[in-house]
Structures are given as structure tokens and as C-alpha cells.
């Protein structure tokens, strides 16, 4: 079955102190990666499309990578006003895109 | 920028009541999608449309219609609502062709008594 698996389930990070948030897939056919950022109480905001291995894409600290079987979304030197949720998903074609469940992310300053 | 608007940001209703949930974009989106949102169950396509008139199921369509009478609006039915369609319930539209972002609201959260 297609799955996306996001890791961790929560990161806790002091300010200035970069990571990286991971998400794995198994869908064949890969036509487009995204990564969305989700505040409490909104919907998700888009940040990045990914559509081939080896692509990067960057806003601000965050930098996306992508590979045949995974993405990162690399946060350097983060605010607080990075914490967020941040969600993954997959498009594979027709209209079928599937979300991970999420890495929530909290900056301590 | 695109917008999405959904009309409630919170909505309280009874069990067994017939429930409608609106969307409206303002980016002449073909494809629009509604999604509920359970913590650690991620996002889960209910319905979604590529066309006025037009629906497709999505992975769990059961208890719920749309309807899709104008390009702009995409509406969600709760036909006899259930205590467990208590969620939240995000849409979403998007351009068509290839691989592109959706763009979503901010939400309904529903609360089923």
C-alpha cells in the first residue's frame, strides 16, 4: 500500500539550533512532493513542490530536498515563530495525493 | 494570492441533523477537495471535484455528498450527522494539469452532540 511516513512525530528545539524533519514514501510514479507549514487553527500554507530526486528548493532557514524514496525539510538557525506543524504529501497521478501525518515542531527561545 | 474561504470557522450541531459545509475560491480553480483532518490520521480526502457538476469518492466518502453547482463552490453534505464526523474539515482547490499545489482554508472544526 502507497504510505507517507513523516519523522518525527514532534521535534523540541532551542533557537539557532538546526534540524531536519523527515518524510518517506512508497508511492510509484512520483509526480510531485509537497511540504506545507500548519499553524494552530489554520489550514495548510504551501511552501515547496519537489518533483525529481536531487531537486532543492529554499525559503528563508528552510531547505527541501528529495530523493527516489525520501524528503527533507532542513531548518537552520530556527525562530520560534518556526514552530508549526509540517506536513507532507505525495501526488502519484490522476488526483491521488496523500498527506504524511505531520512533524510538529516547536522553537523554544 | 489564492483564497479559499470556508464559511464557519466552528460549527456545533446534533446527531442526525442534515449539515452543510461551504467553500468558495476566488483563483478560477478547476479541482476542488474536501479533506478531514484527525489527529495522527493526517489528512483524508473525502471528495474532490475537477469540474462543475462533476465528483469523484475519495478515500472515505461514506456518510458524506457534495455538490458542485458553480465553478467557485464546492459544498459538503453530512447527510444524518454522527458523532463521529466530529473533526476538522479542510478544503482545498488547485489548478488543473500536472502536478500542483492545492491551496486550502482554514478550516470548519464540527463538533457532532
Known amino acids: 500500500e502507497d504510505q507517507v511516513t513523516q519523522s ?19 508511492v510509484s510514479g512520483l509526480r510531485g512532493l509537497f511540504w506545507y507549514r500548519q499553524d494552530p487553527g489554520k489550514g495548510p500554507e504551501f511552501l515547496f513542490t519537489l518533483y525529481s530526486a536531487g531537486e532543492e528548493k529554499e525559503k528563508e532557514r528552510l531547505k527541501a530536498t528529495l530523493t527516489k524514496k525520501e524528503s527533507f525539510l532542513h531548518i537552520t538557525a530556527p525562530k520560534p515563530e518556526d514552530s508549526a506543524t509540517y506536513l507532507c504529501a505525495v501526488h502519484q497521478g490522476s488526483n491521488d495525493m496523500r498527506f504524511g501525518a505531520g512533524t510538529r515542531l516547536t522553537v523554544k527561545p | 494570492d489564492v483564497k479559499v474561504t470556508q464559511s464557519s470557522r466552528y460549527l456545533v450541531k446534533r446527531t442526525g441533523e442534515k449539515v452543510f459545509l461551504e467553500c468558495v475560491q476566488d483563483m478560477d480553480h478547476e479541482n476542488m477537495f474536501w479533506y478531514r483532518q484527525d489527529p495522527g490520521l493526517g489528512l483524508r480526502l ?48 488547485s489548478s488543473p494539469g500536472g502536478s500542483q499545489p492545492q491551496h486550502f482554508g482554514d478550516g470548519t472544526r464540527l463538533s457532532i452532540l
Open chain 1, 8 to 26: 518525527p512525530e514532534a521535534l523540541r528545539l532551542q533557537e539557532g539550533e538546526s534540524s531536519s524533519l523527515n518524510c518517506s514514501y512508497t
Open chain 2, 46 to 93: 473525502i471528495y474532490f471535484s475537477y469540474d462543475v457538476k462533476m465528483k469523484e469518492k475519495g478515500d472515505i466518502p461514506e456518510g458524506y455528498s457534495v455538490s458542485r453547482e458553480k465553478k467557485e463552490r464546492f459544498s459538503l453534505i453530512l447527510e444524518s450527522a454522527s458523532t463521529n464526523q466530529t473533526s476538522m474539515y479542510l478544503c482545498a482547490s
